[in-house]
């Protein structure tokens, strides 16, 4: 199944510099799976919203869906 | 010899007009460390519970903390703290800019200002030097003004100041108070206890201040920031606040409509991005800075704008903009300068507002309320009336002046229910339906709804240094988050009382390395985070004794249910997890679950037995629920 992710602000650099990206999963993957494709490293802390709704890690992603990964930081100590 | 401190705090009676200098120990400047800690430590020993806010009996203490003025990125802060006139509870703001470094440098470690002038006055402070100089001729400026007569005045063009405008004047209750006419000590009020002293400014400069027990490492750190710059601060020095507005739209965390609604088509228009390829001129910083995240606007037309004032941070431009259901950003720019101009909580302002603009759309208000202005969402024109017509406490802004908590009492009607506030605090421009450790935060912390010091938990899921090793889920508002509440809470609590900016991202070890290399103590992190549970306790304990209790603790109704539309339509903050959150906390606190107060044994394992002596509590946490209980049912009797 496909799946588009899109990202904003610093987090574009996880997508190549690009605004969005369209990924291959094998059916009843999880957003986990996303982050693991995408190499987020240990230190970032994102958000998730498919198809306009919050998620989480644990969410089962369905062909066609978008999901979008938001950076949530309001300045604040580094701690994540 | 001691460093970091120069072992004196003034003490200054504005209705009899005496000055005198107080010289507390090395014991208290390492027990409170600065800010809150010695705000909470005066509020507690000197007022008297049930006291008028807006009376002489109250007091304005003047705060930095031992950081404040060290050679050191983050290091030029100060706060304000008093009784507050909006909550009743205890009052704190926190400030940037030049003037707490100045203060420290001119000789001084605080100032607590008690009684009220005959007439209006300034403080002139200057290398030890105290005058109470004449402000006649100042009542009624904008601080613009009156900060450049004040400079001719005491003919130091370099003079720093702390000042209040109309707003203060007027005692609008949330008024705040500005350093160097950019920067806001913005919270719960502060300002209007200031213009209740007639007190309209305290204008600062000195030539010394404290030795640096180390300054090589300072050095050593501050060259870390230079060297770390983007890595650990993004592009705060490009854009600073407010850079990511579509975010927030897309996760539902932008307010929209009183916090009611999710769609805010354009949320770009008022992003920091629009801002520096329109109307930015510059970037500043405060004292000894390198992160530079301040904005300057500068508009011709359609609202002319002055630089003199900064610009708009993002709970401004959420407060005064998308709450309201505004996009434009020039008027957003001028609202801003407005309440730099008359010292009004930018955030207060806002809410008060768009509640307003609620009330109008269901006609709790209408036209014959508001002079013929046209209060619906989205209308930048009448915005901008309101924030006049609130400093100036003219037809509906006397109402608004009030706050949203005595507005909405008085509207009746119903209005209570569009009122969005904790404690009479209006939230900042997050919302606890997303972010759930807020929904603790909000209800739990002593002056309100402050964003500040809070768990934001999009961000913050784990602490691993501090053993949080395992991410807490994001609406999960159990014992995981209760703690990871308290840890991340008692570590920036911190910051508020050595006074440090949470936009210099120190961690915990460089905290730790700042303490030692300013003080020359041989401090760790452990007595630095006592030090951050001490003040959050003491700060607890003013407010039990002002009576507030267990149900003060709680969300206005509008979180308890989903947003309009968009990502948060599916979920709101559940109010049984919330009181369920409540009563963890107060357990992991050391707090009875009637009042939500201290105990002894808490208050003496924090060292400060005498904040037991002050207030009705008792050994044990049973016993203290008791009594609680006993107190409540006295209370109604």
């Known amino acids: 199944m496909k799946v588009h992710v899109k990202a904003y602000g610093i987090l574009r650099r996880n997508l190549n510099d690009k605004e969005e990206l369209e990924l291959r999963l094998t059916q009843s993957s999880t957003v986990a799976s996303i982050f693991r494709k995408l190499k987020k490293t240990k230190s970032e802390t994102w958000m998730v919203v498919v198809n306009g709704k919050i998620a989480d890690e644990n969410t089962i992603l369905n062909d066609g869906d978008v999901l979008s990964i938001l950076e949530q930081i309001r300045g604040g100590a580094r701690h994540t | 010899m001691v460093f970091g401190y120069n072992e004196q705090i003034l003490r200054i009676n504005l209705s009899t007009r005496k000055i005198r200098i107080e010289k507390p120990s090395e014991f208290f400047y390492r027990r409170y460390f600065g800010g809150r800690g010695v705000i ?15 009376g002489p009996r109250n007091i304005l203490v003047f705060a930095p903390g031992i950081v404040t003025g060290a050679p050191i990125p983050g290091g030029g802060r100060n706060s304000v703290g008093a009784k507050s006139p909006l909550t009743g509870a205890y009052g704190e703001a926190e400030v940037g800019g030049f003037w707490g470094a100045e203060l420290k440098h001119s000789g001084f470690d605080g100032i607590v200002i008690q009684g009220k002038a005959k007439s209006p006055v300034y403080l002139w402070i200057h290398d030890g030097e105290v005058e109470i100089q004449d402000a006649q001729h100042l009542w009624g400026l904008d601080i613009g003004d009156s900060q450049e007569s004040i400079r001719k005045d005491v003919g130091e063009r370099l003079a720093r100041t702390a000042q209040i405008g109309k707003g203060g004047e007027r005692m609008v209750r949330f008024a705040c108070i500005i350093n160097d006419l950019k920067h806001s000590a913005g919270r719960v009020g502060m300002g209007a206890v200031m213009g209740s002293k007639n007190l309209k400014a305290i204008a600062a400069r000195g030539h010394g201040g404290p030795e640096m027990a180390d300054p090589k490492k300072l050095g050593e750190l501050t060259k870390w920031i230079l ?113 730099q101009r008359f010292t009004l909580d930018t955030i207060s302002t806002g809410s008060v507002i768009a509640f307003a603009m609620e009330c109008f759309e269901n006609k709790l208000l209408t036209k014959l309320d508001t002079n013929g202005i046209d209060l619906t969402f989205g209308n930048a024109e009448a915005m901008l009336h309101m924030v006049e017509m609130i400093a100036k406490r003219e037809g509906i802004g006397d109402l608004l002046a009030e706050g949203t908590m005595r507005a909405a009492e008085k509207i009746g009607k119903g209005a209570e229910k569009f009122a969005v506030h904790v404690k009479g605090e209006d939230p900042g421009m997050h ?72 936009f210099v991202h120190w961690d915990e070890d460089q905290i730790v390395e700042i303490v030692r290399a300013v003080t020359g103590w041989d401090s760790n992190l452990w007595e630095i985070m006592k030090g951050g549970e001490r003040s959050i306790n003491m700060a ?26 968009g990502p948060l339509s599916d979920t709101a903050v559940d109010p049984n997890k919330l009181e369920n959150a409540k009563s963890i906390y107060y357990s992991m606190m050391g707090w009875d679950q009637v009042r939500g107060a201290p105990t002894r044994a808490k208050l003496e394992e924090l060292d400060i037995s005498w904040v037991a002596d002050r207030l009705d509590v008792t050994w044990d946490l049973c016993e203290g629920s008791r009594q609680g209980l006993r107190n409540s049912s006295k209370k109604f009797e």
Not at chain 2, 256 to 266: I, K, S, V, Y
Not at chain 2, 442 to 467: E, I
Not at chain 2, 542 to 564: A, C, M, V, Y
């Open chain 2, 431 to 502: 919302d606890p339906r997303l972010k759930r450790g807020l929904a603790l935060g909000y209800a739990v912390k002593p002056t309100g709804a402050d964003h500040m010091n809070n768990l934001h938990d999009t961000w913050t899921r784990s602490m691993p240094s501090f053993g949080i090793i395992e991410p807490v889920p994001l609406d999960d508002l159990g014992p995981k988050k209760v703690r990871l509440y308290i840890y991340k809470v008692t570590f920036e609590i911190i910051k508020n009382c050595l006074l440090l900016c949470d």
């Open chain 2, 540 to 565: 607890r304990a003013f407010n039990i004794r002002e009576g507030f209790s267990r149900k003060d603790d709680w969300l206005p109704e509008r979180f308890f249910h989903p947003q309009t539309s």
């Open chain 2, 227 to 339: 060297n770390n710059l983007e890595k650990e601060h993004g592009k705060m020095h490009e854009f600073g606040t407010g850079a990511m507005m579509t975010q927030g739209v897309l996760s539902g965390n932008l307010p929209t409509h009183n916090f009611r609604d999710a769609e805010f088509p354009n949320p770009e228009a008022i992003s920091a991005q629009t801002i520096k390829e329109t109307v930015r001129i510059r970037m500043e910083s405060c004292y000894f800075c390198p992160v530079r995240c301040k904005k300057v606007v500068k508009i011709e037309k359609p609202y002319p704008v002055d630089p003199m004032y900064g610009g708009p941070e993002y709970e401004t431009l959420a407060a005064l903009g998308s709450n309201c259901g505004i996009d434009d950003l020039t008027a957003i720019c001028k609202a801003n300068e407005l309440c």
């Open chain 2, 40 to 54: 909470a430590y005066y509020l507690l020993k000197e007022l008297k519970p049930g006291i008028d806010p807006l």
